[in-house]
């Protein structure tokens, strides 16, 4: 960031085809793989923007959040993918009552992936993706189905 910044040197990313199977596969690979986006929850991200000429996806990784809907805040079509804490209105944590069904994976209580879409700065769509104790989200019933569908839906 600081190199785009001050240097001119643009951010590194890598170039993806907008398919539905490839994001969704690069997305739960980054999910699962990514010790930053691990251990900053809720502050590092990463990128998907959509160009609209092209119909490519340019990849970044690990970007403050603030930073990349501020910095990507001229493009009509991108996600930022992050780990989030779930619900804080949990009295007790160890009296949780879980939703272990896709539909309702906006309210895991533990850390999980939550894809969001923006038009600029504005907040167009997210996704949650159900809470695994694991952290391993696989599972094509609760992770790689929704995202696919959520990819395949809003890619049109």
Same mark, same amino acid.
């Given at each position: 960031m600081l190199r785009e910044r001050y240097d001119g040197v643009p951010l590194a990313c890598e170039v993806v085809?907008? /398919?539905?199977d490839r994001l969704t596969s690069l997305v739960l690979d980054r +999910?699962?793989?990514s010790s930053a986006l691990w251990t900053q929850f809720e502050y590092l991200c990463d990128v998907l923007v959509v160009d609209q000429v092209t119909g490519q996806v340019r990849h970044y990784c690990d970007l403050p959040e603030d930073y990349a809907v501020s910095r990507f805040a001229d493009a009509s079509h991108y996600y930022t +993918? #992050?780990?989030r804490w779930g619900r804080a209105d949990y009295g /007790? +944590?160890? #009296?949780i009552d879980r939703h272990p069904v896709p539909d309702r994976a906006a309210e895991s209580a533990f850390i999980h992936p939550v894809v969001r879409r923006y038009r600029g700065t504005e907040l167009i769509a997210e996704q949650h993706l159900l809470e695994d104790l694991l952290a391993e989200w696989r599972r094509p019933d609760r992770h790689i189905g929704p995202l696919r569908a959520f990819f395949a839906s /809003?890619?049109?």
């Open positions: 085809p907008p /398919d539905q +999910v699962n793989w +993918v #992050a780990l /007790d +944590v160890f #009296a /809003d890619l049109r």
